[in-house]
């Protein structure tokens, strides 16, 4: 059987960056998934919070960005304008048909398993085995869908998570309940009144958060000093997060817990704000403590609501229809399923979180398996959450394939995306170099 230099699992924004950069250096690879699925599955309406010219999935000539793509379709991919999530999606397929030279297989891994001669079987939905020398593992955000303890024995008839849904006009005339105050829970909501759904908002939070206008990317001195732009935002915390990944990952393990779990927390975009105003049912500082089905048989779901912080108080109860999560993703390494057990329980994972230790170059402890996305967040910090991290991701992790694969005479990677952040602007240097190359975007 022939072994793949590397095969990536996972054909998002992240899998097809990785690939762009592989498939650049020569190497032989192979990848697996549907293109954009994640994205191309999101409801009609839906647009895209990260700036356009944040959103970039990452070749290494800088060739086929999304302000590229815009313009193949006669469309100006402009700062403080949103776009689809749809135009997003349809920008990834055609970033894969020309900076992925292999063609895409569609089918979904369903294990990835260690061989005794150290390489890897990697084995499809449908019972077809490759060999891989190394493996990269891409799979985005849906394996790790987090719902409330309490919401989850109602799954999947009376509550589904946000994700889960490509269309919410089936929800016209019906009452549904969104638990969450990030951009997907309020979104969620206008989308569903929008279509004549009566929604509502359930948050734990005492107030809503939303996203302030994005300044004009041409600004005064002093204005520009005072909140730099970034790709995940203006501000110089933000800054430290979008330019020095690696900084981030030499923090005290305790450190990067506690920022990943509070950085760049739930806000509603500022484009969405007025909308938001249609929602006729806001119920803030409430936490769902039980959900049961309404009556025996039926399809109506009775919520019981305490004061966050509060549990011993008066509680509230309201009948629903239907419940939506929207309620994020936990990057847990026991939540990659398609990783078999033995290779799971043999990874080093990062304190408490559950989420896998990555190296410099975004390798697992497991020699040969190297991971991208939302999984190697709490190790290099916010910006793996969005697009905007993928240009630093797939640079480095091919870096560390050849490293792996022991490829003579190349040299050395560089992506282009470093002197591309903001438009206009050259972004510092990360301060010094990591094990040989570590120098110094969404929905």
Known sequence: MHDDDLVIVGAGPYGLSVAAHAAARGLDVRV???????????????????????????DPGGAYGLAAYAATRGVRAEHGVPLPVSFFAEYGAWFARRAVPAAVDPRAVAAVHPRPDGRFAVVTEDGEVFGARTVALAVGVMPFVDVPAELRPLMPHGVTHSSHHTDLARFAGRDVTVVGAGQAALETAVLLTEVGAHARVVARAGRLTWNTVPPSLHRGRWEAARAPHTGLGCGWRNLLYARTPGLFRRLPATTRERLFDTALGPAGAWWLRHRFESVPDVRLGRTVVAAEPASTGGARVRLTLAATGSPDGEPTVLETDHVIAATGF??????????????????????????PVTSAHFES????????????????????????????TAARLVSGVERRLRAPGLPEVRDVRETRDVPGARPPAEGGVQDGTEAASRH
């Open 32 to 58: 697996f998934g549907q293109v954009m699925r994640s994205w191309d599955r999101m409801p009609p309406g839906m647009l895209l919070k990260s700036e356009p010219w944040a959103s970039d999935l990452s």
């Open 330 to 355: 936990t990057p847990r390494l026991d939540r990659a399923h398609m990783l078999s057990a033995e290779l799971r329980d043999e990874l080093r994972t990062l304190g408490t979180s559950g989420a």
């Open 365 to 392: 402890s497991h020699p040969g398996l190297f991971l991208a996305g939302l999984l190697t967040a709490p190790s290099y910090g916010p910006a793996m959450r969005f697009v905007y991290g993928a240009g630093y």
